[in-house]
Antibody
Framework: QMQLQESGPGLVKPSETLSLTCTVS??????????WGWVRQPPGKGLEWIGS???????YYNPSLKSRVTISVDTSKIQFSLRLTSVTAADTAVYYC????????????????WGQGTMVTVSS | QSALTQPASVSGSPGQSITISCTGT?????????VSWYQHHPGKAPKLMIY???NRPSGVSNRFSASKSGNTASLTISGLQTDDEADYYC??????????FGTGTKVTVL
């Protein structure tokens, strides 16, 4: 059973860079059937898609965050990461990593496996 | 990209049926059959309930059903149970090769 686990600092200062890692267990990140991505939920608000990456490194980002976001993948470590630069209080949120299905025989376009989420607070 | 529009809250008594709408545009919900629905209990990971408009993953109760008409997708929960009390989100693929979530609906079991 594949599992995803987020890790990273819970507190980031304004204007600095938020960095999170998602570790994949119980399966391979190298798959033609899935993308790997990030979703966040600010306190009291809804879910927001941040972006996704394919194991080859191809990326897709939310246009509203594109200038500040980088998602990368390390297939050897079975991890993928999120970097969000120049953070403000508006970036305070629970950050989830999630697997998105994209291949035949999978729930196409759906986020079928999620991590438990990690709270990141932006504050000085 | 703008979030898909969902009602802020929907409520029903145990055993009743409720329907949650998810309205987008022809560039997302109306243009693709990659609409999915998620159940989210606070403090837990979201759970996939419906994919490709109307398909249920293995293990999801058949009390959950969904459909789409034009730019609006809908999720119906029949035989409402107390465990169904949660936040529900729709999601859609978009013409920009991105994904967008709905604003979320809080389901209350009276």
């Amino acid at each position: 059973q594949m599992q995803l686990q987020e890790s990273g600092p819970g507190l980031v200062k304004p204007s600095e860079t938020l960095s999170l890692t998602c570790t994949v267990s119980g399966g391979s990140i190298i798959s033609s059937s899935y993308y790997w991505g990030w979703v966040r939920q600010p306190p009291g608000k809804g879910l927001e898609w941040i972006g996704s990456i394919y194991y080859t490194g191809s990326t897709y980002y939310n246009p509203s965050l594109k200038s500040r976001v980088t998602i990368s993948v390390d297939t050897s470590k079975i991890q993928f990461s999120l970097r969000l630069t120049s953070v403000t209080a508006a970036d305070t949120a629970v950050y989830y990593c999630a697997r998105r299905a994209s291949g035949s025989g999978t729930p196409l376009g759906a986020f079928d496996i999620w991590g438990q989420g990690t709270m990141v607070t932006v504050s000085s | 990209q703008s979030a898909l529009t969902q009602p802020a809250s929907v409520s029903g008594s145990p055993g009743q049926s409720i329907t949650i709408s998810c309205t987008g545009t022809s560039s997302d919900v109306g243009g693709y059959n990659y609409v999915s629905w998620y159940q989210h209990h606070p403090g837990k990971a979201p759970k996939l309930m419906i994919y490709e408009v109307s398909n249920r993953p293995s293990g999801v109760s058949n009390r959950f059903s969904a459909s789409k008409s034009g730019n609006t997708a809908s999720l119906t929960i029949s035989g409402l149970q107390t465990d169904d009390e949660a936040d529900y989100y729709c999601s859609s693929y978009t013409s920009s090769s991105t994904y967008v979530f709905g604003t979320g609906t809080k389901v209350t079991v009276l």
